[in-house]
C-alpha cells in the first residue's frame, strides 16, 4: 500500500486559496494528500496531477475516484508542465503546488535503492524508464565527478575520501548495492566523525539522488513555467525540504516580486515596470510543534507562496 503523510498540508491548502471553478496543478501526485485536499475544495473546477512513479499514480488514482472525477493525471516529470498542460487545451491556472523530495513510500521500497536502511540494487530513480541510475554513477563517474556531486548536492565534508574509496573498490569489482555502497562510506569516513550522530552515508545517498533525477535544474526551470501559467490572483505553494532546493524558491520569487533599477526622483513607476507578483510569505512557514511530533519527515520543510498581482501586457 503506497501510504504517504503530506507535510504542511493545511498550510500549503490554506495558502492557496482555493476556488470551487478553479483550474489547479499538483506537480507531485505522491500519495494523493495535496491532491485530495484540493479536490474536495472543486464543484467545477479541475486539478491537474503529475507523477512519474506508475505506484504512486495508481495508488493515488483509486484514492482521488473516492472524491470525485474532476482530476487528470499526467504521467511525466513536472519539468514538462507548461508542454503537458498545453497539449490539453490548458493555458492558465489558478493554483500550483510543489511538494519537492522523495516520498516516504519510496524509501521505504527496499527495491527502489533510495534508502541506505535497506539493502537493494543500487537505483534511486523517480521515474524507472530513465536510463541513468545510482549504480551507473557510482561505477562510471570518476573521482572529480563524484566529488563534485557529493560537494555540490550534500556538503559533504568527506567528498574525497568517499570518491576516492569508491574508485579503489570499483577497481576490483562492481559496486551492485546500497549496503555495499554504506560500506565503503564508512570505510571512508573517520571513526570520530562517524559517531558524531545520524547515518554516514545520508549525505552521499542524498547527493546521488539528486544527480540521479537532476532535481534541482528541473525544479528551477518548472518553478518559472509555473509562474508563467498563473492567472492573477493565482498562486505557487512550495515546499522544500532541502536547502538548495529552498534557495532556488528564494531566489526566483525575489526575482519576480522586486522593482526594476529605475531613476531616482520618478514620482509614479509605469505599470509595465511594476512587479507582476508579491510574495504571501514572507518567511517561509515551518511545521508546527505537532507535527514535528508526528511526521519526521516535517524538520526541514519550508513553505513558500507567491501570488500573481497582475499580468505583464508589454512583456
Partial sequence: MFHHKSVLLQETIEGLQIK????YVDCTLGGGGHSSEILKRL???HLYCFDQDQVAIDAARERLLKISDNFTIIYSNFKNIKNELHKLGVEKVDGIVFDLGVSSPQFDDGERGFSYNYDAKLDMRMDRSQSLSAYDIVNTYDYHELVKILYKYSDEKFAKQIARKIEQHREER?????????D??????PAYARRKGGH???RTFQALRIAVNDELNVFDEALSDALDLLNIGGRVAVITFHSLEDKICKYTFQEVTKLPDI??????????????FKKITRKPIIASESELEDNHRSHSAKLRIIERIYENEYK
Wanted: net charge negative; glycine share 8%.
Fill in 43 to 45: 464543484t467545477s473546477g
Fill in 263 to 276: 531613476p531616482k526622483g520618478i514620482p509614479v513607476i509605469p505599470k509595465e515596470l511594476q512587479p507582476q
Fill in 184 to 189: 565503503i562510506i564508512k570505510e571512508a569516513i
Fill in 20 to 23: 470551487e471553478d478553479g483550474i
Fill in 200 to 202: 554516514p552515508a545520508k
Fill in 174 to 182: 562492481k559496486i551492485e548495492t546500497t549496503f555495499e555502497l554504506v
